[in-house]
């Protein structure tokens, strides 16, 4: 194997270790969320430091490796799509955070009523199916499936831009829950924030794939 393809070899390992610690922080937020674990979200917040210190790590190999080789090409854009999906990563753990400190919020889990009703739980599955699927297509080249993702986006907005109409008037009968609806009406912002940042990532994957910009035209087709 030439050495070019190594280092891009070694970039995308620790692209998956990273990977790996982001998607313990928002499963484990869901788990945290419904059972009001302080606990866990204690253990969320702390993961944040291990993902920082990917998301340096990566930068520095990124660098080393412009300074090493002259890639064209397609090693040239996955090396571009890895920064990128680097800093998604890193926005996606702090995402992930987030959730964590807000349930820190909960004195006690959330009413099943209120979580039926704004649709949290659903909206979250799909978050952590999207961020899933796109692994998936980042380690099987699928800009199919990719695609597929930006799309499903969409599913999440809807739930995000129905939220205040359905927890604002559930605080209004219940007032002794004005904080853990806040709380829960920013987490659900979050999520909504999660799937905005799998759609960039899928956005790297399509265009190291296929040197293809699809940034503002599939959102553009993704509101119509």
Request: with cysteine; aromatic share 8%.
């Amino acid at each position: 194997m030439p050495h070019i393809d190594e280092e891009i070899e070694r970039l995308k390992k620790k692209l998956m270790q990273m990977w790996d610690v982001v998607e313990f922080q928002l499963v484990s937020g869901r788990e945290a969320m419904i059972n009001a674990d302080q606990r866990l979200a204690k253990k969320i917040i702390k993961q944040g430091d291990k993902v920082n210190d990917y998301d340096v790590k990566i930068d520095r190999m990124c660098e080393n490796f412009f300074a090493l080789f002259t890639p064209v090409a397609v090693d040239l854009r996955v090396v571009l799509a890895i920064l990128k999906i680097n800093a998604n990563l890193e926005r996606i753990g702090d995402t992930a955070e987030g959730i964590a400190y807000f349930v820190r919020e909960f004195e006690s889990p959330l009413e099943q009523e209120l979580l039926q009703a704004t649709k949290v739980l659903e909206m979250y599955d799909e978050a952590l199916s999207m961020f899933a699927d796109c692994r998936r297509a980042f380690l099987d080249n699928d800009t199919e499936l990719a695609t597929q993702l930006i799309k499903r986006d969409k599913f999440l907005n809807k739930i995000y831009r129905k939220s205040d109409s359905i927890v604002i008037p559930y605080l209004k009968e219940n007032p002794d829950k004005i904080k853990e609806g806040v709380a829960l009406l920013s987490i659900i912002k979050k999520i909504e924030r999660v799937g905005d940042q799998v759609s960039n990532v899928a956005e790297e994957i399509i265009f190291y794939r296929d040197a293809k910009v699809v940034k503002h035209q599939l959102k553009k087709k993704k509101k119509e």
